[in-house]
């Protein structure tokens, strides 16, 4: 709590006090037809002080050296399965892939509405199986289906790619439609659209590209938080080597580097096809380039 008076008192000495020069650069660029301003909100937060206090919990000696108070009071209530959790949750997040536990999982919630206990767990629902294998299945709200065997990786991967569903609307979106409609005339692509194993799904033209532009998304996603399997291997194995449009549009999201420039992915995907870069013949050659360069990851 005096932290966040010390914050207030800063925000206050630096923009309160400062006004009369503050005011004077505003009057300044009104002259030169120049408007800035910004408009903060400062408020207390359930969700991401619990989050935080998870770095705690954990019983990190550099967060006790903060709230050596805290952690032993809260310490001695928790069962042997927290403590478990707690471990894990620090092997997984900031041993394992060198993040910071309350910032990995802020970010997370950040795009939820959940603010209580209870609206944070809902979030969190994953039912586990015996008989779900091979899959991994999105039912409603943000709950997933999981087999026993998959380890947190994959649940989380899971969990990314089902909320990305679908990433367009084609009944809106005409030009997009027209678009990917060009793509039919690809022998390349339309080879594994006719001819793969049907038990994977995936079984009609827009299903197909759908999954394949979602499971490129993933891979994009995944690899900036570091929780991505390496995509030759995944591409390679996945469902059997099927999804040679993910690879083709991969590929070309990243010598793009897209979403630099704040494009939504229906304009990106319309842009691509209409350049040349993914139009008909492109995907085989983008495939073929993809599997004969290493990975740099």
């Not at 678009?179 to 194993?197: E, G």
């Not at 532009?213 to 991505?228: N, P, R, S």
């Not at 591409?235 to 099927?242: H, L, T």
């Not at 319309?270 to 073929?288: A, C, D, E, H, N």
Request: proline share 4%; net charge neutral; glycine share 4%.
């Amino acid at each position: 709590m005096k932290s966040f008076f010390s914050l207030l008192l800063v925000f206050y000495l630096n923009t309160v006090l400062a006004f009369p020069t503050l005011a004077a650069k505003h009057m300044s660029s009104q002259k030169l037809g120049l408007h800035k301003k910004t408009e903060w909100q400062i408020v207390a937060s359930f969700k991401f002080d619990t989050l935080c206090f998870l770095n705690i919990l954990t019983g990190d000696p550099f967060y006790l050296d903060y709230y050596k108070d805290e952690y032993d009071q809260f310490a001695p209530k928790l069962t042997p399965l927290a403590q478990r959790a707690l471990t894990k949750l620090k092997y997984e997040i900031k041993e394992k892939n060198h993040s910071i536990i309350s910032a990995s999982l802020s970010l997370y919630f950040s795009v939820t509405a959940a603010e209580t206990l209870d609206e944070m767990l809902e979030v969190l629902i994953v039912f586990i199986l015996f008989y779900s294998q091979p899959h991994g299945i999105k039912i409603t709200g943000t709950r997933f289906l999981t087999h026993l065997s998959y380890p947190l990786s994959i649940v989380l991967n899971n969990a990314v790619h089902e909320m990305m569903h679908s990433p367009y609307s084609l009944a809106r979106n005409h030009r997009l439609k027209l678009a990917l409609d060009t793509l039919k005339a690809d022998d390349f692509l339309m080879d594994k659209i006719l001819h793969h194993n049907p038990d994977f799904g995936y079984n009609s033209f827009d299903g197909f590209i759908e999954e394949d532009c979602v499971q490129a998304l993933e891979q994009i996603i995944t690899e900036k938080f570091k929780m991505a399997k390496e995509a030759h291997q995944r591409w390679q194995e996945n469902d059997d080597g099927m999804h040679v449009f993910a690879v083709a549009l991969y590929s070309l999201m990243k010598q793009e580097n897209y979403n630099q420039r704040r494009e939504t992915f229906p304009s990106f995907l319309v842009r691509m096809i209409y350049s040349g870069k993914l139009s008909t013949g492109k995907i085989k050659p983008l495939y073929q380039t993809f599997y004969s360069t290493p990975s740099p990851y």
